[in-house]
Structure formats: structure tokens, C-alpha cells
């Protein structure tokens, strides 16, 4: 194996490998010390019907981790999305965890519905599908295939994968699951009346090492057995844990907004937040250290992914053209209103449609994904600094257009890693201070207050 400079350095000071299972990618990325990146990798996800791929992406993250065998891995961390829980029994799993897109049956729902606990409580809107965590559980619980079980969420299943130690951990437990109750510190209502409280695994906090890798997977990987696995946090909170090492965010009043297949602002509240919404896809998530951040979500990535017929709206060699084509996006009125992905978002019941639809949606894509996140950032109450982060940090017409819809604020980019799986890394060095800068997004230029006036006017109910 050819090992780079900065690969020689990490086998001098020690790496880390972050492990981020997301809906629609896996992936993994290792780590030096002084929190560069040094390598990553990534799986799409299979479409294995009602559940997730956890065999397929199972087999890849050995393979992946064992590329990096050379190297003293000191800590494993995992990431995972907040929709996804597994069952153990008898030291394996029960079944194949359910995908949150499949579908609960209509009765099963409309029980669930009737049972969860208001918004007030849990600050979880009630979601599509298996969103709420609760009602994948509530669909399980009825066919009888939780008895005995020991239930842990999706990143804390990949810390018992690898070490073999079952935990559940707060983060996760708090975003839009139906199960938490952020102002009481614990678990919902609804978690302890139907038991499932006392079948989550033990609580741990999201930097806390669970154990050692297991022997059969160091095995296999060549890694050493001595590598420490810690229990892991939701994507999210990844991010905005990661956000805070910057000086500019750290406990001031700022925003984060984390991109990919979801799109989700969590503010970091020194004032007074505004009332949520509840039927505005706005929720209460909470962070690493179990502190309420009011937050806002729409399925950004998938609908962007929808409106440009698959293109890619993020790479470095569009960007120049993508800005090229707005101008005339905003002279003709072109306009996608939402929304693509029903049921989600701050628009959940409107019907989209475009009005002017260009021959290249690419451009008018991002505008569109702009235009969704300024309205949920306005639901949060976000003010003085915004991160983006993620994936479409890079979508040149998105951030920009979204600093010019948000004059007030700073839209500021990471030029350098500080996404989830930097966040991640801080919680295995928590000292670690981002070796990236944040640079401030020039707004685009045109006028995008009157573009907005009239895409809200259209999508007023």
C-alpha cells in the first residue's frame, strides 16, 4: 500500500475512523490526529425493499475499515441518521431494521396517531411513514416482533456491530422520534406506557467508549483489537457538534444547517425561540449534551435530486455555469414551487409544480432548495450566523441565493472539513479545534426579495 505524507504522519501520531450511515450513502473516513482528513470512502445505499441494507452495508464497512489496517487506529465513531432503530435478541438481530420509507398500514397509523403524545411534549411532528421512530415500533409491537428484544437506534447499532456493547444515547433518542420528552430529560410518555423505555438499551453519552473493536472484526479488518468504539450520535447533532469548535459559532447565537439527503437547521438559541409550528415539519432535537435545539427539516437533497433530473448541481466545474443561468431564471419568473417530497418540509400539503420550467432545472433547483430553507430557517427564528455544511455547501447557486434571501445574517461556508464527521471526530478528541476557516457566502446578485414575494404568494395555502 502507497502511504501519502499526511498518511506517514498519522502513523506517527494515531488516526480515527468516523463511520456515517446515512439514508441514501454510506460512509467512512479516517482521520489524523490534528483532524485532517486522509482518506474516505463511500457505498450508495441498496434498495432492499422494506428494510435496510444492514448485510450489504455490513460487508462494505469491514472491507472499508480494513484498507486502513496500516494505520494506529486508536477510536472508531459512529454516525447515523435518526430514523432507523434495530432490535437484538439473543445476541444477534431480530430482523432486518425497517426502512423509514416503507409503509405502515393505514390502521396501524391511524392507532398510532391517536396514541403518541402532542407535539408540546415530545416537540416530534407527526411524520410520514416511519419517520417517528414511535411508529415503526408502535407497526412491530402489533405483529408481536418486539417481545424480548433490546432496542438500540441507528448509530448505536453500528457501536454494538463493531464492539458488541448495546447502548442507546441522546441525540438520537431526541430527534423526531416520538420517544423523548426534551424538557424532562427522558424518555416520552408514550416510550414508557408502551414499555419501550425499558427496552432501549442503557443510555450513554454520545463520546463514550462501549467497548473494544470485537475480536472477529479486527480479524478481518487487521485492525487492532485494542481499537475503542464509542457509542456514536445522530447526523445532525454530528454537525452541529462539529460547528462549535469554530470559534465564530462555539455557544453563540447561530445556526447550523446540515445538507444531504436531508436538509436540517438546528439554532443554537441564546434568545428566546419562536413557538414551533407543528404541522411545518419544525421539531425540537437535541443535542449531545441533552440541551433543546429548535430546529427545521425538508428533504432537500431528494427533491433537488428530483427537480434536475439526477444532476449533479455541486460540482466544482458547474458552478460557473449554474450562476450563469440564474439571471435569466429570475427575469423569466421560472419557479418550482413545493413540494417533491409530500408530507415533509415547511409546505408538507402543497402540490408541486413549476411555473416557466426551464429546459435545464439545475439552476432553478437550488433556487428552489434556497427558498424552502430560508422559509424553515424563518420557522426557527435564525438569526446572526448560519453554517451550512454538508454535501451542498458546494451548490454555489444555493448558498449564494440563500445569503441574498437572508441579508440580516452571515452565511458562512467551512473551507476545509467541519461536517458531521468532523463532529463526530471531536467527540473522540474533544479538544480539537477545526483546522478550517469559515469564509462568509457573497450573496447572489439579482433581486431575489421580489422572486421570493411572489414564490411565497404562490404557495400560500
Known amino acids: 500500500m502507497i502511504v501519502s505524507d499526511k498518511g506517514r504522519r498519522a502513523l506517527n501520531e494515531g488516526a480515527f475512523i468516523v463511520i456515517d450511515m446515512g439514508k441514501s450513502l454510506s460512509k467512512v473516513s479516517l482521520w489524523d490526529r490534528a483532524g485532517r482528513r486522509l482518506d474516505a470512502r463511500a457505498r450508495p445505499n441498496a434498495v432492499a ?68 403524545d402532542p407535539f408540546g411534549v415530545t416537540g416530534s411532528p407527526a411524520l410520514p411513514h416511519g419517520l417517528n421512530l414511535g411508529a415503526l415500533l408502535w407497526s412491530l409491537e402489533e405483529q408481536g416482533a418486539l417481545a424480548g428484544t433490546t432496542l438500540l437506534p441507528w448509530a448505536q447499532y453500528w457501536a454494538w456491530f463493531l464492539s458488541g456493547v448495546a447502548v442507546s444515547e441522546v441525540s438520537s433518542l431526541g430527534c423526531h422520534t416520538d420517544l423523548w420528552e426534551p424538557a424532562a430529560g427522558g424518555f416520552s410518555p408514550l416510550a414508557k406506557r408502551m414499555g419501550w423505555a425499558a427496552q432501549f438499551a442503557p443510555l450513554a453519552h454520545a463520546g463514550d467508549v462501549v467497548g473494544m473493536l470485537k475480536p472477529e472484526i479486527a480479524a478481518a479488518t487487521g485492525l487492532s483489537p485494542q481499537v475503542r468504539v464509542l457509542a456514536g450520535v445522530h447526523d445532525s447533532n454530528a454537525a452541529l457538534h462539529g460547528a462549535r469548535g469554530f470559534a465564530e459559532i462555539a455557544d453563540h447565537e447561530a445556526t447550523v444547517l446540515s445538507t444531504g439527503t436531508w436538509f436540517v437547521a438546528m439554532r443554537r438559541a441564546q434568545r428566546s425561540a419562536p413557538v414551533l409550528p407543528e404541522g411545518r415539519d419544525c421539531l425540537v432535537n437535541v443535542d449531545v449534551e441533552g440541551r433543546a435545539a429548535p430546529s427545521a427539516r425538508f428533504m432537500g437533497g431528494r427533491e433537488i435530486e428530483i427537480a434536475a433530473d439526477g444532476a449533479a448541481v455541486d460540482a466544482l466545474a458547474e458552478q460557473a455555469e449554474l450562476i450563469a443561468a440564474v439571471p435569466e431564471l429570475l427575469a423569466n419568473g421560472a419557479m418550482l414551487l ?86 463526530a471526530l471531536r467527540l473522540a478528541n474533544p479538544g480539537l479545534v477545526p483546522s478550517a476557516e469559515l469564509r462568509q457566502v457573497e450573496p447572489l446578485a439579482g433581486d431575489l426579495s421580489a422572486f421570493r414575494a411572489r414564490w411565497r404568494m404562490e404557495t400560500a395555502p
Open 49 to 116: 425493499g422494506a428494510v435496510l441494507d444492514v448485510a450489504g452495508i455490513s460487508r462494505w464497512l469491514v472491507e472499508a475499515l480494513g484498507a486502513w489496517a496500516a494505520h494506529p487506529v486508536e477510536a472508531i465513531v459512529p454516525v447515523g441518521h435518526g430514523a432507523g432503530v434495530a432490535a437484538l435478541r439473543d445476541g444477534a438481530l431480530a430482523f432486518a431494521p425497517l426502512d423509514y420509507e416503507a409503509a405502515i398500514p393505514t390502521d396501524a397509523m391511524a392507532r398510532y396517531r391517536a396514541a403518541r
Open 338 to 423: 413545493p413540494t417533491l417530497a409530500p408530507g415533509c418540509g415547511p409546505f408538507p400539503d402543497h402540490a408541486a409544480r413549476w411555473i416557466g420550467e426551464p429546459d435545464d432545472r439545475r439552476a432553478a433547483a437550488c433556487l428552489y432548495a434556497a427558498l424552502v430553507a430560508d422559509a424553515s430557517l424563518d420557522l426557527i427564528g435564525a438569526r446572526e450566523t448560519l453554517l451550512v455544511e454538508g454535501r451542498f455547501a458546494g451548490a454555489q447557486v444555493f448558498v449564494r441565493a440563500l445569503a441574498a434571501l437572508r441579508p440580516d445574517m452571515r452565511v458562512m461556508v467551512a473551507d476545509g472539513p467541519g461536517d458531521a464527521a468532523f463532529g
